[in-house]
């Protein structure tokens, strides 16, 4: 069993480091990985479940279904904002482990809630809320992590913890599909249900168990519950009360990370959420399942690309460049668009969003490295000329700040995931087409532009990084 409760962390120090801190960053890291993958996986499952619950005879209308892809992303953005304060306060130990023993409840409660077709709409939504659990475990994974390793690699840390946890997303759209043709728990895991094919003209049927959807992760999220209770670290030096940590919201920075990080990471999650929902709409005759995945799982390998060119080149540099993709890509799904006047290029669209979710990747991790680079900086030259002691709390307080920027930006962020589907329901609803929403995407994408531009990435910026 490992020291649970480290009194000494000198990260920045490289005696320290080399001797001993690297290993134990590491295997905090290695550790963190899975736990936060599956926390995403339980997030998103509700868009792999949704675009099954018709066929088995759920009565719900396309608003309905896309409200239950929205609401896991509302409630994990909105926890995020409390759980990027818990690491301080708990310890990164104890909170990863407890807040990972908490994915049980929905997974489990969508085992047994789609087996009844008479289950209701307000249980659905229920336990789509409790799959916010998920989207929550982000904030309070990054800012822990952020605590373990020195100031030169925290970009490539970070992108690897928010990388690899990102794949959640794909693992779920790309497993779920497979496990629920089988019964893989036996009588255990309950009777199949119907799947019946509603394409017009179609009498296909087969047998389907969509309750593994949820039960599937069950035993992985215990074990990876124990493994982090036994194998990580407590931080002393990383203690802060929520008032010492609100010091935040008087930080210009701040708020402008947050608006940069909405821009790249919501849409990560917000693109994830919609697609396979987006592409059936959109494209009837295509299986949405069969590609969906591919978007999540290229924009959370990139990720942590991201952050390691962002160590290179500087963070401000990439994510300025990136959003200015972004926005082309966008204009790109547009044009490939089924229309009054064209049934749209499925190929071609799916190339523009591969192409998005690629640099929205790219800059979840370059907006990342940005952010303790931004503190520690702030930080700094506030204790220029001071003594060792006061550089020493400088390094001290920029890691809390930027700890908790981190968690609470990932909180603003992770709003994309419920506007973009819940964007996509209205235009369709009101419009029939998904183009106004589109279009109000790339507004939003000139206004961080603009922002990276100004503050971080200009000769003479505010706060060059």
């Not at 509603?198 to 087969?206: M, V, Y």
């Not at 929520?242 to 947050?258: D, G, P, S, T, Y």
């Not at 680079?373 to 700040?401: S, W």
Request: charged fraction near 10%.
């Amino acid at each position: 069993m490992t020291n649970r409760v480290l009194t000494e962390w000198l990260a920045e120090d490289p005696v320290f480091w080399d001797s001993q801190g690297r290993a134990i960053a590491n295997r905090n890291l290695w550790l963190s990985i899975p736990a936060l993958l599956l926390a995403f996986a339980v997030w998103m499952v509700w868009s792999v479940v949704v675009v099954n619950l018709p066929n088995i005879g759920f009565q719900f209308t396309t608003s309905q279904l896309f409200w239950l892809t929205a609401l896991p992303a509302l409630c994990g953005a909105t926890l995020r904002i409390f759980y990027s304060f818990m690491v301080p306060i708990f310890g990164g130990r104890r909170w990863t482990a407890l807040s990972t023993a908490s994915l049980l409840l929905p997974t489990i409660g969508i085992g047994i809630a789609v087996q009844n077709p008479a289950t209701s709409y307000s249980t659905f939504v229920i336990l789509a809320l409790l799959c916010g659990f998920g989207g929550g475990n982000f904030a309070s994974s990054m800012a822990n992590i952020n605590f373990f390793f020195p100031k030169a690699q925290k970009g490539i840390a970070l992108g690897l913890n928010a990388g690899l946890g990102n794949l959640g997303v794909s693992v779920v759209q790309f497993v779920v599909p497979l496990v629920i043709t089988a019964g893989m728990f036996g009588p255990l895991g309950g009777e199949p249900q119907t799947w019946i094919d509603l394409s017009r003209g179609s009498s296909e049927t087969k047998a389907m168990w969509l309750q593994n959807a949820g039960y599937f992760w069950v035993p992985f999220i215990a074990v990876s519950a124990i493994a982090a209770w036994f194998g990580m670290n407590d931080l002393a030096s990383a203690k802060a009360s929520i008032a010492e940590q609100a010091v935040i919201f008087k930080r210009k920075h701040n708020w402008l990370m947050c608006w940069l990080y909405l821009g790249t990471f919501g849409s990560f999650i917000g693109y994830s959420a919609g697609f396979p929902l987006l592409i059936k709409s959109q494209f009837p005759g295509v299986n949405a399942l069969s590609y969906a995945f591919l978007g999540p799982l290229v924009g959370a390998l990139i990720r942590p690309v991201g952050g390691w060119l962002s160590d290179r080149v500087g963070g401000a540099t990439v994510t300025f460049w990136n959003f200015i993709a972004m926005a082309a890509a966008v204009c790109g799904v547009l044009y490939f668009l089924p229309s009054t006047a064209s049934a749209g290029n499925f190929f071609g669209f799916m190339a523009m969003f591969m192409l998005l979710f690629a640099t929205s990747g790219i800059g979840n991790g370059s907006t990342f490295c940005m952010i303790p680079v931004i503190f520690m900086t702030e930080q700094q030259r506030l204790a220029k000329g001071g003594d060792d002691a006061a550089q020493d709390q400088a390094i001290k307080n920029a890691n809390k700040e930027a700890a908790a920027v981190l968690g609470f930006s990932s909180a603003i962020g992770a709003y994309g995931g419920f506007f973009i589907p819940k964007s996509y329901g209205t235009s369709i609803l009101i419009t029939g087409s998904p183009e106004a929403a589109l279009y109000g995407f790339i507004l939003f994408y000139l206004s961080c532009i603009l922002v990276t531009w100004w503050y971080y990435a200009r000769d003479n910026a505010e706060m060059a990084c």
